[in-house]
């Protein structure tokens, strides 16, 4: 993407209805658009519809996990350019790495702020705006 909008858009996938929303309002409050998903087919679904700016994406998510989301997401060209932020509850050793080499452009563990939440999308998003993305 070229240029990031006043209002960005960000497509939050998380499992659990309460985090969602609660990350989801914040993030509204923050100044972002949202869209939210629930699963990964969804979240296929809702990026390809919505042409986030930003994907957040909790990695443990039912009928298909973050790490396969993001490759689907990655390897389909209507999507390859969107960045992806993984959120986890699970630190895994060499995790960086591993997010680095699946595609994400970055990651937080939860529990997180939602402050650094806010802090991480929008380093993201000036990252890719610097990049020429």
């Not at 939210?36 to 700016?53: L, S, Y």
Request: aromatic share 6%.
């Amino acid at each position: 993407m070229s240029s990031v909008p006043e209002t960005p858009r960000v497509l939050l996938v998380e499992d659990y209805d309460d985090a969602r929303e609660m990350y989801s309002e914040y993030l509204t409050f923050s100044g972002f658009d949202m869209v939210q998903a629930a699963n990964g087919i969804e979240a296929i679904r809702q990026a390809v519809a919505n042409q986030p700016h930003i994907v957040v994406m909790d990695l443990s998510l039912p009928e298909m996990d973050g790490w396969e989301t993001t490759r689907r997401l990655k390897a389909d060209e209507r999507t390859a350019g969107i960045p992806i932020l993984a959120l986890t509850g699970h630190v895994l050793t060499d995790f960086s790495g591993r997010a680095k080499q699946a595609g994400f452009e970055g990651f937080l563990t939860k529990p997180c702020l939602p402050e650094d939440l806010v802090a991480e999308i929008r380093r993201i998003l000036n990252a890719e705006r610097v990049n020429g993305h």
